[in-house]
């Protein structure tokens, strides 16, 4: 009898055993089909199964009876072998309890404040012109904050953009990116394996002004994953942004999540990225900063280099009108430049449209004639439908002897003065009397 009850005490205790060996077994068995079906890489898959089979047979998983603790045995030992930190097992989701109406409502109103904040953290302008955005997370439902982001730092001569705790999610970064390469430029695109076929990535066109040139540094961290990654390696790639700060994450693979029997989930990337410069991507390495800090180091020395960045940034294109301005015979070369520069300087705000009119009164009073012509030239080209352009652009040609484009052009200031009521129609009709009288 006493040999009975120990048979049966035996059977108690180790039948629910057995039910989860079984039960982890049917779970691995259905991601060793799903891995050579779907993971990038079949060589890494079927190494990946070889070593799970072996774990089976040792009987290594059989004593993980909590579902969070078999799901993080299995993702750590699928990623001894892929080296790939998307490749996951999830548990599954525990029963959500009953809520009140009231529980629906709060739990409602939270969800909506944290949709509408999106991915957006801090936005500033720092010193030296510098501007910062935080970014927390990329969603496609942000694109029209980006445009919003980017119409107030118009005036910004530089741009960090924190990534530190930056986990990726949607396609956010091309958006973005298109704000600083040119459109239709070539991003990491992918490679599926199960499909055989390779998807592209370009920029695409975006609603507010791109700045192509301005200076871009990006802050990562350990925690800097996945998208975000994408975002900071394909500006790195092309030498348009500094990155600055820790080694990232290094996730690069797209990912799909996949059933599992009992409520688990396969979390297996299914396609390889592949960066149109490098012709590789930063899978199990991370993004290389250009500047290696501590995470609590890293704006520091981005504020650094961005304000030196800025700097020149601001001042080049004003350094290039100074040394065309001032030589003896402006050709027109010249002068196509500095129409160009002007309308560079004004689609960066650092010029109001009245200041260039009242630079080429500056060079017309220390008697440079040639290049207060240039530029009330560039000014009137700029801004056709403006009288004062006009009546400037007609005073300059008068002191160069071309008197028939003088007066055709105080004629156009007239006109123009009339149709748009302007209040300074008096002094263009006198300036208009005065040269006709002097001829």
Do not use: C
Request: charged share 25%.
């Amino acid at each position: 009898m006493k040999n009975l009850k120990n048979a049966l005490f035996a059977i108690l205790i180790f039948t629910p055993l057995l039910q989860f060996a079984q039960s982890n077994d049917d779970i691995i068995k259905n991601i060793q089909k799903l891995m050579l079906e779907n993971y990038i890489f079949l060589d890494k898959a079927k190494e990946t199964n070889l070593h799970l089979e072996g774990l089976m047979k040792n009987n290594y998983f059989d004593t993980y009876t909590d579902p969070k603790d078999f799901a993080k045995a299995l993702s750590v030992e699928m990623q001894k072998i892929t080296n790939d930190k998307h490749l996951n097992v999830a548990p599954p989701r525990p029963p959500r309890p009953p809520r009140s109406n009231s529980d629906f409502t709060s739990r409602h109103l939270t969800n909506l404040v944290r949709f509408r904040s999106g991915g957006f953290g801090k936005i500033d302008l720092l010193e030296g012109n510098v501007g910062y955005v935080e970014l927390k997370g990329f969603r496609r439902e942000d694109i029209s904050k980006v445009d919003d982001v980017m119409n107030y730092l118009s005036t910004a001569d530089a741009i960090i953009i924190d990534l530190r705790e930056n986990g990726g999610g949607g396609g956010l970064g091309l958006y973005w990116s298109s704000y600083f390469l040119k459109e239709n430029t070539p991003l990491t695109g992918s490679y599926e394996r199960r499909t055989d076929t390779t998807i592209e990535l370009k920029t695409v066109s975006v609603k507010g002004n791109q700045r192509l040139s301005m200076p871009i540094f990006f802050l990562t961290s350990n925690r800097t994953f996945s998208a975000a990654e994408a975002f900071a390696y394909d500006l790195q790639a092309r030498k348009r942004a500094i990155i600055v700060g820790e080694t990232t994450g290094g996730g690069a693979h797209p990912v799909n999540g996949m059933r599992l029997p009992k409520g688990y989930r396969l979390i297996v990337p299914y396609a390889r990225s592949i960066n149109p410069i490098t012709k590789t991507n930063w899978e199990g390495v991370g993004v290389i900063p250009n500047y290696k800090t501590t995470k609590e180091e890293s704006l520091t020395k981005a504020k650094e280099l961005a304000i030196i960045a800025a700097k020149k940034y601001r001042e080049k294109p004003f350094n290039e009108l100074k040394l065309l301005l001032a030589k003896s015979e402006i050709t027109q070369n010249d002068e196509d430049t500095v129409y160009e520069l002007f309308k560079l300087l004004l689609k960066r705000n650092h010029l109001e449209d009245f200041m260039i009119n009242n630079m080429g009164y500056s060079y017309l009073r220390d008697k440079q004639i040639n290049s207060a012509y240039v530029i009330f030239k560039s000014n009137m080209n700029i801004f056709p439908d403006s009288p004062n352009g006009h009546d400037s652009y007609a005073e300059v040609l008068a002191l160069k002897g071309n008197k028939t484009e003088a007066l055709k052009h105080y004629k156009q200031a007239v006109l123009l003065a009339e149709k748009q009521n302007d209040r300074q129609l008096e002094i263009y009709k006198n300036n208009l009397l005065k040269f006709e009288n002097k001829r």
